[in-house]
């Protein structure tokens, strides 16, 4: 990384004998590397940083051979980045367990094609269609903006663009500029822009647990620790403040920022005003900024409500600096559309003023988002497009029909305590043990035998291992199809062990 692997005194304007003989044969004292080390060739020692190589295969790679000699065909493999190596993606990783028993129906015997309810992509499972009119006046404002939509935007986003955002992020408490926003590759470049932003190697960033697995990834690709504080499923799935409180004061001084994501994705829960008011309280205390992660915005179902923390913060007098990660990918179901933005909400000190200077450095250093997405973003943001306000009021009361009937077949399975989803189109449902005798991934994995319907089990991100999560946004028929196996899978297991234990107090009886 650090000055690349050319000799850095060549220079392409001189011709003289000397730069000549440098590119041809760098002797070691031209080289970025510290003199030491394995050897390179003849007569050329440098070290090679190859903490990727050590890590990936457990020893460092064999000594190059020069090129002019002839090399023998045996395998070589090229290194990684350390970066590269730390981005695991953890459920990708867990969840391959469960992905190898999936079968067509074809190759079972009952039958049954595989049903996800593990879907993370809100289209791909979905026969909710896109809302056309929205995206006519997209394409219609690309052509019409084409000297905008054509050129070279600045790297922070086209400027209209910007000030559409800011509007749409701003409150009466509080208005934000175009200059506060960054205009993102989907909500996930708002995250990565802002962890860049914050994050040094060694220090440490709260994320909630359980989560999507991106905050962890993205905070420990850059060399971050991953500080992980319970949502709590009893109580509601608030955050654990007196964890957080005891957190902070045994790292504090390392600790950077908190992650809250409102609504959450992971457990379909959505915060009350009071317990963002008290999230917010905890940020102040300990001058920590709060980066929400609010892609599902108002997405929620009555009578819960979708208050943006920025606003809460600013009703509260701007104490607390906000960084909300945002994007269209799920509220208008248009994910493969990339369209994300960070927006900076500074407080009455301005104590975002050098940590924004960053994230436009850092926007700069990167290559910018599609001036074709960029320019769809004002129409999918406007309140006045009536085509767009129908179909929006039309998916929500599709979602609520199909939480209705989810909630009604699950209350009927025996062993398991939904929780109603107030928001996103997830869900976290509980198992009981006492009832069915398995944990989440045992539940998942003969779920999947037995039925070929997945399920993410609960701990894959993070939750305790007595639950799992479904997505809800399914065609009606799939619903009905993955709850009446769920039906059949939970009655035969209850009462299969309903039985073993009669037989137990029968032998104890005996
Ligand atoms: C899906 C999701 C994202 C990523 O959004 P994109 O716009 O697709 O990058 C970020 N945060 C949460 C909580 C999500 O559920």
Redesign the pocket.
């Known amino acids: 990384m650090e000055g690349g692997n050319r000799p850095k005194n060549v220079n392409k304007e001189t011709s003289n004998t000397e730069t000549e003989t440098t590119m041809m044969m760098p002797s070691s004292s031209n080289l970025p590397f510290t003199p030491k080390g394995e050897s390179y060739g003849a007569d050329i020692n440098v070290q090679f940083h190859n903490a990727a190589t050590s890590t990936v295969s457990g020893k460092s790679a064999p000594p190059r051979k020069p090129l002019h000699q002839e090399v023998k065909p045996e395998s070589w493999v090229v290194p990684t980045s350390t970066k590269a190596i730390r981005a695991v993606n953890p459920v990708t990783f867990a969840f391959s367990r469960l992905a190898d028993k999936v079968k067509l129906g074809s190759q079972r015997t009952d039958g049954k094609n595989p049903i996800s309810l593990a879907n ?1 992509d809100p289209r791909s499972a979905s026969d909710f269609g896109p809302c056309t009119e929205a995206m006519k006046a997209s394409v219609h404002s690309m052509i019409r903006d084409a000297q905008q939509s054509l050129g070279y935007a600045n790297a922070c986003g086209v400027s209209s663009v910007r000030k559409a955002i800011a509007e749409h992020h701003s409150y009466p408490e509080h208005r934000i500029e175009a200059r506060n926003v960054i205009v993102t ?5 708002a ?1 990565e822009l802002a962890f860049n932003a914050l994050l040094d190697p060694g220090c440490g960033v709260l994320i909630p647990q359980p ?2 697995p ?1 905050y962890e990834m993205m905070a420990e690709s850059v060399g971050a620790t991953v500080v992980k504080y319970k949502l709590q499923m009893d109580c509601n799935w608030e955050c654990d403040l007196e964890f957080l409180h005891t957190a902070m004061q045994h790292c504090g001084n390392k600790i950077r920022a908190i992650v809250v ?1 409102n609504p ?2 992971a457990t379909g829960a959505v915060f009350s005003q009071l317990h963002i008011v008290q999230l917010l309280e905890f940020a102040r205390i300990y001058r920590l900024p709060i980066i929400a ?1 609010e ?2 915005g108002d997405m929620t179902y009555a009578p819960s409500q979708f208050f943006p923390i920025a606003q809460v913060a600013a009703q509260l007098g701007r104490q607390v600096p906000v960084i909300t ?1 945002n ?4 509220q208008l179901m248009i ?1 493969g559309w ?3 933005w960070v927006t900076f909400h500074d407080n009455v000190h301005g104590s975002l003023r050098e940590l924004q200077a960053g994230a436009v450095r850092l926007a700069e250093l990167g290559p910018g988002v599609s001036t074709l997405t960029q320019c769809a973003i004002p129409q999918l943001l406007s309140k006045s497009n009536e085509g767009l306000n129908g179909w929006k009021s039309r998916l929500q009361t599709s979602l609520e029909r199909q939480i209705v009937f989810l909630m009604t077949k699950l209350s009927m399975c025996d062993g398991l305590v939904p929780m109603a989803p107030q928001g ?1 189109y997830y869900t976290m449902v509980k198992i009981k043990y006492s009832v069915l005798g398995m944990d989440d991934w045992e539940f998942a994995s003969r779920l999947l035998d037995e039925e070929n319907l997945i399920v993410l089990p609960g701990s894959a991100l993070g939750a305790p291992n007595n639950a799992f999560r479904i997505s809800f946004h399914l065609p009606q028929r799939s619903l009905y199809e993955a709850t009446t196996r769920l039906y059949n899978f939970c009655q035969r297991h209850a009462s299969e062990r309903r039985e073993a234990m009669d037989t137990l107090v029968e032998f104890a009886m005996i």
Do not use: E, H, Q, W
């Not at 590759?185 to 470049?189: D, K, Q, R, T, V």
């Not at 994007?327 to 799920?330: D, E, F, I, T, V």
């Open positions: 993370g590759n989907g909500c996930s470049g995250l989560s999507i991106m994501n959450s994705s992660d892609v599902f990660a994007g269209l990918s799920k994910p990339r369209a994300g996103t």
